[in-house]
C-alpha cells in the first residue's frame, strides 16, 4: 500500500510538473506571436508608406527610408499592397500614426511614429509645441528649419522600433541663421534639439535633410491630380515643394482654399496670384536641392491686384504666406513672376534647323535662339509649347501653329533680332481661340495681348500670312461642314428657331460643351431681362442651322450698353475676347442675326429672329 500511494504522488508531481511546462511553453509562444506580430505591423506600414512614395515617383525625406524599400522590396509586398488597399490601415496609439501635422504632411499616405524623438505622445502636443517656432517659419530664416523640426516632431515610420534623428549637420543648418530670432524670442531648444545632442552625418543612421529634390515630366495622370496643371501647367514638376509636400495630392491640400479666388478673378489677379501660388505648390523643375521662392515683391504685388477679389468674397489671406517671409528681389535667386509688359526681345543668336514638333507645318524651316520667352534651346521651348496641342486639335484657327511658332521658334532673318508676328496674326488666333484658351485658366491669354504686335501696315517688320486679311475666324468656321441638332439648350428655349448647328462658332462638337463653355459674365447678363441677350448668347453658342448666320454688330452693340452695367454689378466685366466691331454690320449688307431691335412682345413670348 505504501508503494503504491508513493508511486500515485510521483505520478501526480510528474503530470503537474508536465502541465506547467506546457503552459510555460504556450505563454512563450503566444509573447513571442504578439511580438512578431508588433514588429511586422510596424515593419508592413513602413513598407507601405516607402512603396507609396515609390509609386508616386517621389523621395522619401529620410535615407533611411530609401535604404528600408531594398530591404522589404518583396518580403512584405503582398501585405503591403492590402495596406495600400486599404485593408490594414495603421491606427492611432500604435508604433505609427497618419500624419495629421499640415507642415509636416510629406505624401498623402504619410506615416509618423508617435512617441516622437521629442517625447510627444500625441500629435496635438507636437502640433502645439511647433507653434512656438511660427515665426522663425514665417520669417523664412532657414529653408531647412521646417525639415528638422519635422524630423523631431513627426518622424516617418520607417519599420524600425525608434525613427533615425536628424544629422548634426542639418541641426546647424536649420537653427544658426535663425539664431538671432532664437534670442530675440527666447525660445530654448530641449536638449534633444540642441546640435551638439546629434549625430554626425555618416558616423550612424541620421536624417540630413533632402538630399535632391525630383523632377517629374508633366504625365496625363499629374496634370489631372496637380493643382497647378490647370492654371500654370508647367513640362517638368519639383517635389519636394515649398512646403515639402512629396506628392500632387499632398500640394492640392492647400492650394484648394484658393480655386474660388481663381475662378472669379479676371486678368492680371489670375495670372499673378496662379503664378505665386505654383511656385509654391507646383514649382517648375529647376534641379536644385531645395525649390526657388517666389520674390517677395511677386507676393506683394498678388495681394494688392487681388484685393477687390479678396474682399468681394470675404478671403483672409492665410499668415503662412506672409510676404516677409520671402526674399527680396536680388537677395537670393527667387521667382519674380511673369513679365506683364511687352515679351521681352532676344539678343540676336545663330541660325538653326527647326526642329519642334509642333512647328512642323509652318512656312519656314530656319529659327534663332534665345526665343521671346528667353528659352535658351528648341528643347526647352518645346516642352513649353507642346502643351498647345488641344488648341491645334480643336481647330479653332488655322493660324494657331504660325503665331506661337513665331513666339517660340521665331523665324531667323538677316536682321539683329527676329520679327515680332503681325498684330493681324495675333488678332485672328485671338478671335478664333480664345474661348478655347479658358480651359487653360488664361494661361497664354497674356500672349494674346495682341497690341503689343505692330501693325503690318506700320511700317516696321512682323510675320504674316501673304495675302491675309482680318477677316474674323469665327467666320471661317461657319464655312466647314456641320450637322443640324435639335436646339436642347434651356437658355434659349424662347427663341424662335428649334434646330442648331454643330459645332458652332467657336467650333465646340457639343451642345453640352458649348453650355460649359458660356463666359461667366454673360449668366450676370442675362438678368438684365433683355431678350437681345438672349438672343445674342444663343446666335454665339447655338447658331440656327441653316444658312450660316452670326451676331449683327448692331445687336452686340444695343446688348452691351443695355446689360453692361448689371454685369459689372456682379464684378465682371465685358468679355475682352468679345469685340462688337469684329462683327459684320448689317449696314453693310451682310446676313446676320439681330439687325434690327426686338419689337415687345404683343402675343407671343418667343424671341424674333432678325435678319437684314
Not at 516617418?156 to 544629422?167: A, I, K, Q, T
Not at 528667353?374 to 496641342?389: F, G, K, N, P, R
Request: contains cysteine; positive net charge; aromatic residues 8%.
Amino acid at each position: 500500500m505504501k508503494t503504491h500511494a508513493k508511486r500515485e504522488r510521483r505520478l501526480r508531481f510528474a503530470a503537474i510538473v508536465a502541465l506547467a511546462g506546457v503552459v510555460i511553453v504556450l505563454i512563450a509562444g503566444m509573447i513571442l506571436i504578439q511580438e512578431e506580430i508588433t514588429n511586422s505591423r510596424g515593419t508592413v506600414a513602413g513598407d507601405a508608406s516607402d512603396d507609396d512614395n515609390k509609386a508616386r515617383d517621389t523621395s522619401p525625406l529620410t535615407e533611411e527610408a530609401s535604404r528600408y524599400e531594398e530591404v522589404t522590396k518583396g518580403r512584405h509586398k503582398r501585405l503591403s499592397r492590402a495596406l495600400k488597399q486599404g485593408a490594414q490601415r495603421c491606427k492611432p496609439g500604435g508604433r505609427c500614426e497618419e500624419n495629421r501635422i499640415s507642415l509636416c504632411r510629406r505624401s498623402s499616405n504619410d506615416l509618423v511614429v508617435f512617441p516622437n524623438l521629442l517625447n510627444h505622445r500625441t500629435q496635438e502636443k507636437a502640433t502645439k509645441f511647433l507653434t512656438k517656432f511660427e515665426t522663425l517659419l514665417n520669417s523664412n530664416c532657414s529653408p531647412f528649419l521646417r525639415y528638422f523640426l519635422c524630423s523631431l516632431v513627426a518622424p516617418p515610420s520607417n519599420g524600425l522600433r525608434r525613427p533615425n534623428p536628424p544629422c548634426k549637420e542639418l541641426c546647424i543648418k536649420a537653427t544658426k541663421p535663425c539664431g538671432h530670432l532664437l534670442k530675440k524670442f527666447r525660445l530654448q531648444l530641449p536638449p534633444a534639439m540642441r546640435c551638439s545632442h546629434l549625430p554626425p552625418k555618416g558616423a550612424s543612421k541620421c536624417y540630413n535633410g533632402p538630399q535632391a529634390s525630383k523632377c517629374f515630366r508633366m504625365t496625363v495622370d499629374l496634370y489631372q491630380r496637380h493643382p497647378c496643371a490647370s492654371y500654370v501647367p508647367p513640362s517638368f514638376l519639383q517635389f519636394p515643394n515649398y512646403f515639402g509636400h512629396m506628392d500632387a495630392e499632398t500640394a492640392s491640400d492647400g492650394f484648394g482654399r484658393f480655386r474660388r479666388i481663381l475662378d472669379t478673378a479676371l486678368n492680371d489677379c489670375a495670372l499673378l496670384l496662379s503664378r505665386f501660388l505654383c511656385s509654391l505648390y507646383g514649382p517648375t523643375c529647376r534641379k536644385m536641392v531645395l525649390p526657388v521662392p517666389p520674390c517677395r515683391e511677386l507676393c506683394q504685388q498678388t495681394r494688392t491686384r487681388c484685393q477687390r477679389v479678396f474682399d468681394h468674397l470675404r478671403f483672409k489671406w492665410p499668415l503662412n504666406l506672409n510676404c516677409q517671409q520671402f526674399p527680396r528681389k536680388g537677395e537670393v535667386p527667387c521667382y519674380d513672376g511673369p513679365s506683364t509688359g511687352v515679351i521681352a526681345k532676344p539678343q540676336p543668336g545663330k541660325c538653326q534647323s527647326l526642329s519642334i514638333p509642333f512647328c512642323k507645318n509652318v512656312p519656314y524651316n530656319m529659327t534663332t535662339f534665345p526665343n521671346f520667352f528667353i528659352h535658351t534651346t528648341q528643347e526647352e521651348a518645346s516642352l513649353e509649347v507642346h502643351q498647345l496641342w488641344p488648341l491645334v486639335d480643336r481647330k479653332c484657327s488655322r493660324d494657331v501653329e504660325f503665331f506661337f511658332c513665331s513666339l517660340y521658334a521665331p523665324m531667323c532673318t538677316t536682321l539683329d533680332t527676329p520679327p515680332l508676328p503681325c498684330r493681324e496674326l495675333c488678332l485672328r488666333v485671338k478671335r478664333g481661340c480664345a474661348v478655347v484658351l479658358k480651359v487653360f485658366r488664361r494661361r497664354w491669354l497674356s500672349t494674346l495681348a495682341c497690341e503689343k504686335f505692330p501693325l503690318r501696315e506700320s511700317g516696321e517688320v512682323c510675320v504674316d500670312r501673304p495675302q491675309e486679311t482680318s477677316q474674323l475666324a469665327i467666320s471661317q468656321s461657319q464655312k466647314r461642314g456641320g450637322k443640324c441638332e435639335a436646339l436642347a439648350a434651356p437658355i434659349c428655349k424662347d427663341v424662335n428657331y428649334t434646330m442648331t448647328m454643330v459645332p458652332n462658332l467657336f467650333n465646340h462638337s457639343t451642345q453640352e460643351q458649348a453650355a460649359s463653355e458660356i463666359h461667366p459674365s454673360f449668366y450676370f447678363g442675362l438678368r438684365c431681362e433683355s431678350r437681345e441677350m438672349t438672343l445674342f448668347v444663343c446666335a454665339l453658342y447655338f447658331p440656327p442651322c441653316g444658312m450660316p448666320y452670326q451676331p449683327c454688330r448692331e445687336l452686340c452693340e444695343r446688348v452691351k450698353r443695355r446689360c453692361l452695367p448689371n454685369i459689372e454689378l456682379y464684378g465682371y466685366p465685358w468679355p475682352e475676347e468679345i469685340d462688337c466691331d469684329e462683327f459684320p454690320s448689317a449696314g453693310s449688307g451682310a446676313n446676320c442675326i439681330g439687325a434690327q431691335p426686338l419689337m415687345p412682345p404683343t402675343t407671343s413670348s418667343t424671341v424674333q429672329l432678325e435678319n437684314s
